[in-house]
């Protein structure tokens, strides 16, 4: 019986099938476990599904290349949902015009500030290179920033858990910083959450108000698009390249 | 939904020989993110299919990032020596980052609203 099942294990550990089942069965209990926690934070569906599946990695003693194998189908899926990014971005296409040079000159303060105050505090706190690297596009949304750091040279799988762990932060101090600093403009509040923290802070923006949303999902778009433009030459003349 | 698909995977194709002949240091699907987005202001409508696929992609959207995070099992040293200072990294960058932004946003809305509307608001 134990040798049945061992033999069961040994067959379907080293297939896709397994790892793709796995991945989102323990995504969909995150998110049920988010919900159960009213949206607590420090749940947040991502990062529970990472540890849980690096733990089940860890346990299993099972190489992340016969993970990735089944994983691989996932991860494919992130290159037409970036380019899905247009159909949202289009449709808040009439409250962009209505604002469109403030909030263009807006993100690239926002942008600049979100990369080089990252990289700033980083060097100054003694990371290394290839973890500054991995710092620059921190803020973009996980779809873009994946990209851009294998593009620059950076760890794509530090880079995602840097984002996450960005968005989280992001999302939780949201509506207290913004109350602090006195901004109650539903426009500014949501552009900021979007510019600085992407999807994840998104998913707060949507809470605060339809119109914070709105212009959430349209800083994340934009400092997602920026962000690939910027990193490349940012990376070259600060000398990191 | 198969057509609204195959539009993503077309533009993301597009995006990655663009990319490609020009040697442009960008990922290719963000440049067909622009080129859809281009696409639709010149059609001046959203396509219902379209619509349909991409609201099925963005809704598993977080799912998407789950392969990439674990893959940081292959370094999990790096973050064992600097966890402490990333944390402390990302936690002031976002906090200056959004306070940065929406203060800048909402001066330049201010400056460049029309006068007439400053007093309705």
Same mark, same amino acid.
């Given at each position: 019986? !134990? ?78 949902? !970036? ?55 921190? /803020? ?16 794509? /799988?530090? !880079? #995602?858990?840097?984002? =996450?762990?960005?968005? =989280? ?5 949201? %509506?207290?910083?913004?109350?602090? =600093? ?11 959450? %979007?510019? #600085? ?45 | &939904? ?104 909402? &001066? ?14």
């Amino acid at each position: 019986m !134990t040798d049945g099942l061992r033999g069961l294990w040994v067959y379907l550990a080293d297939t896709p099938l397994l790892w793709l089942v796995v991945t989102i069965a323990i995504y969909e209990l995150a998110v049920f476990l988010y919900q159960r926690a009213n949206l607590f934070a420090l749940l947040n569906p991502v990062l529970v599904s990472v540890i849980l599946v690096i733990a089940l990695l860890l346990v299993t003693n099972t190489p992340y290349d016969t993970y990735f194998e089944g994983a691989q189908f996932i991860h494919f899926l992130l290159g037409p949902a !970036t380019v899905s990014l247009a159909v949202p971005a289009y449709e808040h296409v009439a409250q962009l015009r209505r604002v469109l040079v403030p909030l263009l000159i807006t993100l690239v303060v926002g942008s600049l500030t979100g990369i080089l105050s990252a990289v700033g505090i980083g060097w100054l706190l003694g990371l290394s290179r290839v973890t500054l690297i991995s710092l620059f596009p921190k /803020s973009a949304t996980m779809a873009i920033s994946v990209g851009v750091s294998e593009t620059i040279g950076g760890l794509p /799988s530090l !880079t #995602a858990v840097l984002v =996450i762990i960005t968005g =989280i932060s992001g999302a939780t101090m949201a %509506g207290v910083l913004l109350n602090l =600093i006195r901004i109650r403009d539903e426009t500014a509040r949501g552009f900021a959450i %979007g510019v #600085a923290s992407h999807g994840i802070g998104t998913t707060r923006a949507l809470h605060l108000s339809d119109e914070a949303g709105a212009f959430s999902g349209l800083g994340l778009v934009l400092n997602g698009v920026l962000t690939a433009l910027l990193a490349p030459l940012l990376v070259g003349l600060l000398g990191l390249g | &939904m198969l057509t609204g698909i195959l539009v993503l995977l077309v533009f993301q194709l597009g995006g990655e020989v663009i990319v490609r002949l020009l040697g442009l240091p960008v990922p290719g699907p963000v440049v067909g993110l622009l080129l859809l987005f281009g696409a639709l202001l010149a059609r001046g409508s959203l396509p219902a299919f379209l619509h349909r696929a991409a609201r099925a992609m963005l809704s598993i959207l977080v799912l998407l990032f789950v392969p990439a995070g674990v893959g940081i099992i292959a370094h999990l040293n790096l973050l064992q020596e600097s966890w402490v200072a990333l944390i402390v990294t990302l936690i002031a960058s976002t906090a200056i980052t959004m306070a940065v932004t929406a203060v800048v946003f909402s &001066m330049l809305l201010r400056w460049f609203r029309p006068s007439g509307e400053q007093e309705a608001q």
